[in-house]
């Protein structure tokens, strides 16, 4: 009788559990029969290279931010867009080169419209 | 654990291809072997533990090669260069911060006495002062022959530490702290200027 196939990944979910189980386990017991546990307010305090941690880890950011992600993102495809541009500029046909410049129009236009739109003043 | 294994009768058994041990040396086997140290240096002795952690000297050879960026996996910490007072209470911070069992290798003359800056108003006049220090190398900076023979020492040290009995390690007591007080910045000094239960200074007497 041959063994189910699926046997072997049964086989592999029980080391996957039991590998990782074994040490926490043999951890519990030397802790519980001969490493006194000794927290303490400073052992268990945040961790920020030894200085004293200030505030929240949580803090928000104003959500004016995404306006600078997307032109980001307008210059940044532009670069890399046209670095093989100008590289590969004097071997390329009308089509090619048609195609580059629709797509920087459009780019263009999404830079004029966030002009437009007064996304470049930095409001306080 | 009660007794050490007769050494004739381990030596007769090892002949017959069997192995005895104790849980005690197995534990301090495994341990002594697995040193992880604090990532942190200080000054230019940083730069010969450096040394000793880069191929030519190469602490891997005793188990010390995994140097941790985090306090909660480090084993050993290895204070090298000059502590001084504005950095003392972030060395306290981060030795509190180790799980134990934790060493202390104060490294090199700064680490050990204040060094060739003791007279300065800023430096600390060794970090024993507020840490318990297991290993002192002497040396300005020490060299990494030097670092090894302190790991070798603290190796020695891990290896003769019991787990049960009177004798058992400190870390294993529960009466004993595993933190100490992080001094703060005072007016003209550290406050305290040193943590009394672990550091008593000679005192002097002279004779009229």
């Known amino acids: 009788m041959t063994p189910n196939p699926y046997l072997f990944i049964v086989i592999f979910v029980c080391v996957a559990v039991v590998v990782p189980l ?16 000794k927290p303490g307010p400073a052992k268990l305090s945040i961790y920020e290279c030894g200085v004293e941690s200030l505030g929240d880890a949580q803090i928000q950011f104003r959500s004016q931010y995404y306006l600078y992600a997307i032109i980001f993102l307008i210059f940044d495809v532009e670069a890399v867009f046209l670095v093989p541009f100008a590289v590969a500029f004097t071997a390329l046909p009308v089509g090619a080169f048609v195609a580059i410049l629709v ?3 459009l780019l263009i236009e999404g830079l004029i419209w966030a002009w437009g739109k007064g996304c470049l003043q930095w409001n306080r | 654990m009660k007794e050490e294994i007769d050494e004739g009768l381990r030596t007769e058994l ?23 140290p604090l990532q942190f240096g200080l000054a230019c002795c940083a730069i010969e533990m450096i040394a000793t952690a880069a191929s030519r000297y190469d602490i891997a050879r005793f188990g010390g090669e995994i140097f941790r960026p985090s306090p909660r996996q480090a084993d050993l910490m290895i204070v090298a260069g000059t502590v001084t007072k504005k950095m003392a209470p972030q060395i306290v911070r981060l030795y509190n911060q180790m799980p134990d069992p934790k060493y202390v290798i104060a ?20 970090i024993d002062r507020y840490i318990p220090v297991d290993v002192y190398i002497p040396g300005c900076p020490p060299r990494p022959e030097a670092l090894l023979h302190a790991f070798m020492e603290l190796q020695r040290k891990i290896d003769t530490q019991k787990l049960s009995g009177e004798q058992k390690a400190e870390f294993l007591k529960p009466e004993q702290p595993s933190e100490f007080p992080v001094p703060a910045f005072g007016e003209h000094d550290l406050e305290p200027p ?9 005192v002097i007497e002279r004779q009229s």
């Not at chain 2, 104790?22 to 002594?32: A, C, F, V």
């Open chain 1, 103 to 105: 797509f920087l129009l």
């Open chain 2, 14 to 36: 090892q002949r017959q291809g069997v192995w005895v041990t104790s849980m005690q040396e197995l534990y301090n086997w495994g341990r002594k072997n697995s040193i992880w």
């Open chain 1, 22 to 37: 074994l040490p926490l386990g043999l951890a519990w017991l030397w802790r519980r029969f001969f490493q006194p546990p």
């Open chain 2, 107 to 126: 490294m090199g003359a700064c680490a050990i006495s204040g060094g060739p800056f003791k007279q300065g108003y800023n430096v600390l006049k060794g």
């Open chain 2, 194 to 202: 040193a943590n009394p239960d672990l550091f008593q200074p000679p």
